[in-house]
């Protein structure tokens, strides 16, 4: 007769095994992720509280107000979202098609290259003697300049997944366009953001040079500063473009997180 008040070893509690123990899931966030936006923070802080205070000429203290650096920013954001919006539904596509189409491969490649091998003021320069002047010649130029490396990365991800995972697929039963976004795009998400974030920045650092045809953002404070040897504005100006490069790379690398799936992340 077994006393029902004696629990049956199991596997987990029998002599000489272990209890099996799950893996922990990797966090999203640790305190490194937040040095960059406080270092970035603590930055523009320090501008924003020299530009206060310090003995500013009348010029430079009406070009540097803190509403114009705000609508500047704004401009300078709508711009880099822009190209990177047109950049992304240009090059995945693309990208994936190459995959599927190998011919096309050299061909893409050799759009995208020529389009990065131009000097970007000059594409700029193009597109707005073809076009016009203001926010889209400017788009449209930095979006040719800046499709290479989300091509270039969507290609390589794709390439990198392993058969054996798409035939698995494909053996329960999913249609191409299954085992495409359900398995091949999620598992090429870190190497596609990692081109999209190359993107972005490249978008924010030549945004500037959008000055010479009336595209707005930072740039019109760093160029006049240069021009006119404002140290102080272009300083100022530089250093907003960088911080804004820097956040907007930190972004990329949330949203690329959110995006990864937590098995590969």
């Not at 523009?44 to 920013?73: C, H, P, W």
């Not at 240069?226 to 907007?248: D, E, G, H, P, T």
Request: net charge neutral; proline share 6%; aromatic share 6%.
């Amino acid at each position: 007769m077994v006393d029902p008040s004696i629990t049956p070893p199991t596997e987990t509690t029998r002599p000489g095994r272990t209890a099996a123990v799950s893996p922990e899931r990797p966090r999203l966030f640790t305190w490194r992720d937040f040095v960059i936006p406080l270092v970035v923070a603590a930055a523009v802080g320090a501008e924003v509280y020299y530009l206060n205070t310090a003995d500013l000429s009348k010029i430079v203290e009406a070009q540097m107000t803190f509403d114009r650096i705000m609508d500047s920013t704004v401009e300078h954001i709508q711009l880099a979202l822009a190209v990177t919006g047109l950049v992304l539904a240009i090059a995945i596509p693309l990208g994936v098609a190459v995959t599927r189409v190998r011919w096309l491969e050299p061909v893409a490649l050799l759009v995208a290259n020529t389009g990065q091998a131009v000097p970007s003021i000059g594409l700029v320069a193009i597109v707005a003697l073809l076009w016009d002047i203001g926010f889209w010649p400017v788009v449209v130029a930095l979006t040719l300049f800046a499709v290479l490396p989300v091509l270039r990365n969507t290609i390589v991800g794709l390439d990198q997944i392993d058969l054996g995972i798409k035939d698995a697929a494909r053996g329960m039963g999913m249609s191409p366009s299954g085992v495409l976004f359900r398995v091949e795009l999620p598992l090429a998400v870190p190497v596609i953001a990692a081109g999209a974030r190359t993107a972005l920045v490249l978008a924010v650092a030549t945004i500037p040079i959008g000055y010479f045809v009336g595209a707005g953002g930072l740039g019109d404070q760093l160029m006049q500063g240069i021009k006119l040897s404002r140290n102080q504005q272009m300083f100022a100006a530089a250093l907003f473009v960088a911080c804004l490069a820097l956040i907007l790379d930190w972004l990329g690398g949330v949203v690329e997180r959110l995006l990864t799936p937590a098995g590969i992340r």
